[in-house]
């Protein structure tokens, strides 16, 4: 498995911009997909972006335009460029790696916190 840690989180004004990362270790981080989600307090953890090994990128319609998935194989990093930034993306963000090598083996991070008011 690959172990994963989110960072950059933190408290942002509407119409504002962060960048999160994901730190990848472990494993062979190029053979892995990547992707991120996001949970909200009483709410279901849904997909954000992803990104292939091949730098596929995928977002979900609420985030496309906004948000950019981005990854360096050669840092083994994730990134989330995430602006204009709205309250309802407040949530806590978490890294995932499914792996192209072993079929169903996924790894998760522990989460970052985004907050987005004023």
């Known amino acids: 498995q690959v172990q994963l840690v989110e960072a950059g989180g933190g408290l942002v004004q509407p119409g504002g911009a962060l960048r999160i990362s994901c730190a990848a270790s472990g494993s062979i981080f190029s053979f892995y997909d990547m992707g991120w989600y996001r949970q909200a307090p009483g709410k279901q953890r849904e997909l954000v972006a992803t990104v292939t090994s091949g730098d596929s990128t995928n977002y979900a319609d609420s985030v496309k335009g906004r948000f950019t998935i981005s990854r360096d194989n050669a840092k083994n990093m994730v990134y989330l460029q995430m602006n204009s930034l709205k309250p309802e993306d407040t949530a806590v963000y978490y890294c995932?790696?499914?792996?192209?090598?072993?079929?169903?083996?996924?790894?998760w991070g522990q989460g970052t916190q985004v907050t987005v008011s004023s």
């Open positions: 995932n790696a499914q792996s192209m090598v072993v079929p169903g083996l996924t790894s």
